[in-house]
């Protein structure tokens, strides 16, 4: 059983920033990876960041230059800086874990950017 509990979420103004953490429970196998999705209304959900046990992070080309994710092993803990946000990153966003991808999810946490 993997849990993954998100916090960090809110309101910010475009060009703020938002730091975003998820703490995970389960084996070790079962968070090898981590990372983050998002979901705007009435939009499909966006695969944001995903970083390895050993720190190899991938980005959505949306993202790339304003997003770092990074994780605390020893926590079993991913980060997700949110820097220069727009309008447009406004979302639900979830925590997932998994194996080789992300297989398991959190409940979400609102990340609202007002123009």
């Known amino acids: 059983q993997v849990q993954l509990v998100e916090s960090g979420g809110g309101l910010m103004q475009a060009g703020g920033s938002l730091r975003l953490s998820c703490a995970a429970s389960?084996?070790?196998?079962?968070?090898?990876?981590m990372g983050w999705y998002r979901q705007a209304p009435g939009k499909q959900r966006e695969l944001v960041a995903t970083?390895?046990?050993?720190?190899?992070?991938n980005y959505a080309d949306s993202v790339k230059g304003r997003f770092t994710i990074s994780r605390t092993n020893a926590k079993n803990t991913v980060y997700l800086q949110m820097n220069s946000l727009k309008p447009e990153d406004t979302a639900v966003y979830y925590c997932?874990?998994?194996?080789?991808?992300?297989?398991?999810w959190g409940q979400g946490t609102q990340v609202t950017v007002s123009s």
């Open positions: 997932g874990s998994g194996p080789l991808g992300l297989i398991y």
């Open positions: 970083i390895t046990r050993g720190g190899s992070a």
């Open positions: 389960g084996s070790s196998i079962s968070i090898s990876v």
